[in-house]
């Protein structure tokens, strides 16, 4: 059974940080990606990487101030979010694809598994 399960999320002060966990089990994928949901908004896209070549993708908003990454060894994905702004406030949740893309995708419908999610306040 496939199953993605985030962690890490919580309360912080803008300027601050906050780092996200989300382990897999059963399987691991070519494609990881977070996405984010903010009240009334629609949920979009925020970082992805394709663990073969390591390549990464940003949305341009968080670039420079979050870092996504994989550790293949625990198959575990991660979300060290910086500079923490009040509008990066969202459910995050993470996603999984067995496909690559080139660059990795922010669409959600390119991905097939999803992760419960997990909440982050930033005020």
């Known amino acids: 059974h496939v199953q993605l399960v985030e962690s890490g999320g919580g309360s912080a002060l803008a300027g601050g940080s906050v780092r996200l966990s989300c382990a897999a089990s059963?399987?691991?994928?070519?494609?990881y990606s977070w996405f984010r949901q903010a009240p009334g908004q629609e949920r979009e896209g925020v970082a992805a990487i394709d663990t073969g070549d390591g390549s990464t993708y940003y949305l341009n908003s968080v670039e420079g101030r979050f870092t996504i990454s994989h550790d293949n060894a625990k198959n575990t994905l991660y979300l060290q979010m910086n500079s923490l702004k009040p509008e990066d406030t969202a459910i995050y949740y993470c996603?999984?694809?067995?496909?690559?893309?080139?660059?990795?995708?922010?669409?959600?419908?390119?991905?097939?598994?999803w992760g419960q999610g997990t909440q982050v306040t930033v005020s």
């Open positions: 996603a999984a694809v067995d496909r690559p893309w080139r660059p990795p995708s922010l669409r959600d419908y390119d991905y097939t598994v």
């Open positions: 059963g399987y691991t994928f070519n494609t």
